[in-house]
C-alpha cells in the first residue's frame, strides 16, 4: 500500500471519528434539551406532589446526567441515564394529571406562583408549600378531612409567602444589590443626600409590594427611579473625585453649571447674568421658553387652519371632479341604452318569429304530456289496486321510492326452519297476483330473522325462507324466474327492538320488493 492511499484512509477514519462525535454531541444536547423540557412540565404539573417517587428519581438522575457531562463520561451512558429520567418525568406527569383536578384551588395558587417566577428563583418557601401539599394529598386519600384542611391552609399560605418574596426578588433585587455596592464603596460619603433619596425610593417600593404584592407597575416606576438616583450619586462621587485629582474649588463648579445655563440662555436671546444666583436667570429662561411656546402654539394654529382650508379646497376640488366624471359616465350610460334599445327591438321581432316556432312545439308537447299523464294516472292506478288485495292482518304495503313493498306480516316459519306452510299458499297466491300486475316488473324476495342467535346462521336461515317462497311461486304458481330474485338479510334489518317477544316477532318476516319499470312514453 502507498504512503499516499495509507494517509487518505488515515484522514478518512478521523473524519468519521469526528463526524460520530459530532452527531453523538448533537444527540446529547438535544436529550439534554428534552429532559429539561420534561423537568419544566412535570414541576408545573406538580409531579412532586403527586408522585413523588418517580419524580424524585427522575430529578436524581438528570442531577447524574448533568455531573457526568460535567466529568466527560461517555455519550451512551449520559444518554441513558437522560432517557430513563424522561420516562419517570412522563410517568409523574401522568399521574399528576389524573390527580390535580381534585385539588383545584391549591393547583391555582401554585400555578400563578410559577407564572412570577418563570424559572428564574424559588424560595425555600416554596419547597416547604410543596411539602404541606403532599402533606394533604396523603390526607385527601386518607379520607380525613380535618387533616386535609389544615395541611391546605398551611400549604396555600406557604405558597402566597413564596409568591411574595417572588415578586421582591424579581422587583427588588436589582436595587438592592446595587445599594450595597454603592454603599461598600462608600457612595454615602461623596453624595449622602442623593444615597438617601435611592434608598427610601427602594424602601417605597418593597412597601408597596408589602401592602400589594400586584401593584408592580407603581413599585417598579419607584425602582427605576432608586436606581437613577443611585448612577446620579455615582456620577457626583466621580465627579467630586476628579475635581480633588485636577485640584479643582468649588467656584470651578459653580462656574461650570453657570456655564451649562448661560449655553441655554443664549439659545433664547438671553444674556444670564449671576450676580443674584441662578434662580433669577432660570425664571427668565422659563418665561421665554412660556413665550416662545405661545408663539408656536399660534403658528401651529394658524398652520392648522391654513392646512384646513387647503384640505377644504382639495376636498371641493375632488367633489367638482367626481361630478364631472359622474355626468360623462351618465352620458356614456345614455349612449349605451339607446344603441341596447335598438338591438333590443331587433331582438324582439326575432323573438316573435321564434315564439311562434316555439308554439308549435308547445302544443305538439302538450298533446304527448296530456298522453304521459294518462299513462301515469293508470300506473298509479295499478299501484293502489295493490293495497287493496291484501287484509291488514295477511300484510302491510306501502311505497318506497318507486318500489312497492308488501310485508308478509301473517306468514311464520317454524322455529330455525325454511319450510313453507300450505296454510299459506292462498297468501302466495295474492303475491303472484300482485307481481302479475306490473307486466315489466321485477321483484326482490327478502328474508329477515331476529337477532335471537349466530349472525351467520340467521342469514342462511332468512335466504333459505326467502328462497323457499321464490321457488314456490315458480313451481306452483308459474311466476317467471327472470323477474325474480332472493336475498338474505338476517337480523341486520330490524323493525322493532329486539329485547322484546313482540319486537322480535315483527322483525321475523318476507317482504316481496316489487319494481314496476313503468315505461314512459
Not at 502507498?2 to 471519528?17: A, E, G, H, W, Y
Not at 448533568?66 to 432517557?83: F, G, H, Q
Amino acid at each position: 500500500m502507498s504512503k499516499i492511499n495509507l494517509l487518505m484512509q488515515t484522514v478518512f477514519l478521523i473524519l468519521l471519528l469526528m463526524t460520530n462525535i459530532i452527531i453523538a454531541q448533537e444527540n446529547l444536547e438535544q436529550a439534554l434539551q428534552n429532559v429539561k423540557n420534561y423537568y419544566t412540565q412535570a414541576l408545573e404539573a406538580a409531579a412532586g406532589v403527586f408522585s413523588p417517587s418517580d419524580f424524585e428519581k427522575a430529578h436524581d438522575l438528570f442531577n447524574d446526567a448533568e455531573e457526568a457531562i460535567r466529568d466527560k463520561e461517555k455519550p451512551e451512558k449520559i444518554l441513558e441515564k437522560i432517557n430513563s429520567a424522561i420516562e419517570l418525568f412522563k410517568s409523574s406527569i401522568e399521574i399528576a394529571k389524573t390527580q390535580s383536578s381534585k385539588f383545584t384551588n391549591l393547583m391555582a395558587i401554585r400555578k400563578n406562583v410559577l407564572s412570577i417566577n418563570k424559572g428564574e428563583f424559588l424560595p425555600e418557601q416554596f419547597y416547604d408549600a410543596e411539602e404541606e401539599f403532599t402533606n394533604a394529598v396523603e390526607e385527601f386519600n386518607d379520607k380525613d378531612t380535618e387533616g386535609f384542611s389544615k395541611y391546605s391552609i398551611l400549604a396555600e399560605k406557604l405558597y402566597k409567602d413564596a409568591e411574595l418574596l417572588i415578586i421582591k426578588h424579581k422587583y427588588l433585587q436589582q436595587v438592592k444589590s446595587n445599594i450595597s455596592v454603592a454603599d461598600d464603596n462608600n457612595l454615602e460619603k461623596y453624595a449622602p443626600i442623593t444615597f438617601k433619596k435611592s434608598k427610601q425610593l427602594a424602601l417605597d417600593a418593597e412597601n408597596i409590594i408589602n401592602s400589594n404584592r400586584y401593584d408592580t407597575s407603581n413599585a417598579k416606576s419607584k425602582v427605576m427611579l432608586a436606581l437613577y438616583e443611585l448612577n446620579h450619586g455615582q456620577y457626583l462621587k466621580d465627579y467630586f473625585i476628579k475635581m480633588d485629582l485636577e485640584d479643582k474649588t468649588l467656584e470651578d463648579l459653580v462656574l461650570f453649571w453657570e456655564e451649562s445655563i448661560s449655553n441655554i440662555a443664549k439659545e433664547v436671546n438671553l444674556t444670564a447674568e449671576f450676580n443674584n444666583g441662578p434662580g433669577n436667570v432660570s425664571s427668565l429662561i422659563i418665561k421665554k421658553i412660556i413665550e416662545n411656546k405661545a408663539k408656536l402654539t399660534e403658528v401651529n394654529d394658524t398652520n392648522k387652519q391654513l392646512n384646513n382650508s387647503l384640505t377644504e379646497s382639495k376636498k371641493q376640488i375632488a367633489e367638482h371632479k367626481q361630478q364631472n366624471d359622474k355626468l360623462n359616465l351618465q352620458i356614456q350610460e345614455l349612449s349605451s341604452q339607446l344603441t341596447e334599445v335598438k338591438s333590443n327591438y331587433e331582438l324582439l321581432i326575432k323573438n316573435y318569429q321564434e315564439a311562434q316556432s316555439k308554439l308549435s312545439l308547445i302544443e305538439g308537447e302538450n298533446i304527448q304530456f296530456k298522453a304521459q299523464s294518462e299513462e301515469m294516472q293508470k300506473n298509479q292506478k295499478l299501484v293502489e289496486s295493490i293495497f287493496t288485495m291484501f287484509l291488514p292482518s295477511e300484510a302491510e304495503v306501502f311505497k318506497s321510492g318507486d318500489n312497492v313493498v308488501v310485508r308478509l306480516v301473517n306468514l311464520i316459519f317454524a322455529p330455525s326452519k325454511s319450510t313453507l306452510d300450505p296454510q299459506y299458499f292462498s297468501l302466495l297466491m295474492k303475491v303472484q297476483k300482485a307481481i302479475q300486475t306490473f307486466p315489466n316488473c321485477t321483484a326482490v324476495i327478502e328474508g329477515h330473522t331476529d337477532s335471537q342467535g349466530d349472525y351467520q346462521r340467521n342469514l342462511e336461515l332468512s335466504q333459505a325462507r326467502a328462497t323457499s317462497i321464490y321457488q314456490y311461486l315458480i313451481t306452483s304458481m308459474g311466476a317467471d324466474a327472470y323477474k325474480l330474485s332472493v336475498i338474505g338479510l338476517g337480523s341486520s334489518k330490524p323493525l322493532a327492538n329486539n329485547n322484546t317477544e313482540e319486537g322480535k316477532a315483527k322483525n321475523r318476516r318476507i317482504e316481496i320488493v316489487i319494481n314496476p319499470h313503468f315505461e314512459v312514453k
